[in-house]
């Protein structure tokens, strides 16, 4: 696997520039007619894509790699056709390239309208997750952008497969192959290149853990949209329904446990915890999962692990999960703002008065109220396959659909207008 050397970055930026300026002005139909051949490949070539997965997993196993991240490596059958079903569904979206945010007609008689434009170059830097190599490649291609993909060297050999397959479907279609490129290299050396190709490179967005988001945020020269890791929270009320808080618990801890929407933390009101807690760390034990807890939870579970500060804080994407008991629904608050990353925390409760005031102080991309954590995600919002999730506050916040990978940029008609 080559080096990627800074001329070989820049060459794939420079690309990728001249593929975005013939693709921001694409109609609709084009678009959506490369997505669908995009789609047709993935399916047709299968069984190439799982030959060169199988060596990438192979790899990680022998590196003794968490299970966890293999899941998330792992392609299937089923998860291709998964992938090819999420490009399918983002070529039926509306296209938000040329959409009017808003306008009107200034008191000099100026028609003003400020309408969505594609960002341009979208650098997409992420962990051993394939599926993302195309969710963003659709994205990107369907809101107009062209995308510079840099994977892990963990998932090159798919990667490397999934790009050459999309470039071979783009080609017959009208779409530049350009529009979708992988970055050259393995090394963290093209990483830096990628982060500091300023001019050619519109925008970065990192997904996966704290170490890569932080060194993309902290070294980057392109502008970074952040993403977050997922310590995401349940909070169990006084007032909750426990077997609605049960089924909730395992379903945000269990469902997919190596997601950033899983649940990490449960915070058990103190009025229910002796109602609750038995049932619900029954049912987690069940189910495979350790719990680490504080005094108060581990009078419930002899097999409960004592917890330390720093299991608080932990997006631990496996089957574990911590738990504390809480006295009111300030201190679970307190609690997630201290130990929490942003991403999303629910709560249930029969109370709308609780609700609407968890609502109001949790300061996270998304709060659910009565419903998993784990539907925190773009399809399930139904904004098709997300670019990410979004843990900042600026241009975007939440799941990632194809509005958020736009710009907007002022058209202004007038008559012979002049200042005066």
């Known amino acids: 696997m080559a080096e990627g050397t800074q001329e070989q970055v820049l060459e794939v930026a420079r690309r990728a520039k001249q593929a975005a300026a013939e693709l921001a002005p694409a109609p609709r139909r084009l678009k959506d007619a490369a997505l669908h051949a995009i789609a047709d490949a993935l399916i047709a070539r299968t069984p190439e894509l799982l030959k060169a997965n199988e060596s990438d997993v192979t790899r990680a196993r022998e590196a003794d790699t968490p299970d966890a991240m293999i899941d998330r490596l792992s392609l299937s059958e089923e998860r291709v056709a998964a992938i090819a079903e999420a490009v399918r569904h983002v070529a039926a979206l509306p296209d938000p390239v040329g959409e009017s945010v808003r306008g009107n007609t200034l008191p000099n008689g100026l028609e003003l309208r400020q309408v969505r434009v594609p960002l341009g170059v979208v650098g997409i830097i992420y962990e051993g997750r394939p599926n993302v190599t195309v969710d963003a490649a659709a994205l990107t291609l369907k809101s107009g952008n062209a995308v510079l993909l840099r994977g892990s060297s963990s998932a090159y050999d798919s990667n490397a497969a999934l790009v050459g397959l999309m470039r071979d479907a783009l080609a017959p279609t009208g779409v530049p192959a350009d529009a979708v490129q992988l970055v050259p290299g393995t090394s963290r050396e ?211 659909g194809l509005p958020e990978l736009t710009s907007t940029k002022y058209v202004v008609v007038g008559e012979g207008h002049l200042r005066l």
Do not use: W
């Open 190 to 400: 093209s990483v830096r290149h990628l982060m500091r190709a300023r001019g050619l490179v519109d925008v970065l967005i990192p997904r996966g853990g704290a170490t890569l988001i932080n060194t993309v945020v902290e070294h980057s020269t392109v502008p970074v949209i952040e993403t977050g890791v997922g310590n995401c929270s349940v909070y169990v009320d006084a007032a909750a329904d426990l077997d609605m808080a049960v089924d909730i618990l395992i379903n945000a801890k269990t469902q997919r446990p190596s997601v950033c929407n899983a649940a990490e933390t449960v915070l058990v009101h103190s009025g229910i915890a002796g109602a609750f807690l038995p049932r619900a760390l029954e049912a987690l034990r069940a189910a495979g999962v350790t719990v680490h807890g504080d005094a108060r939870v581990q009078a419930y579970g002899a097999d409960v692990v004592a917890a330390t500060d720093a299991d608080y804080g932990t997006e631990y994407l496996s089957l574990d999960i911590s738990a504390a008991v809480v006295d009111s629904l300030e201190e679970a608050v307190t609690h997630i703002r201290r130990y929490g990353s942003g991403h999303t925390e629910a709560i249930v409760t029969t109370s709308q008065q609780a609700a609407k005031r968890f609502v109001a102080l949790v300061d996270s991309a998304a709060v659910m109220v009565n419903a998993s954590t784990r539907f925190t995600d773009g399809e399930e919002f139904g904004f098709g396959a997300e670019i990410g999730i979004s843990t900042q506050k600026l241009h975007a916040r939440g799941p990632m």
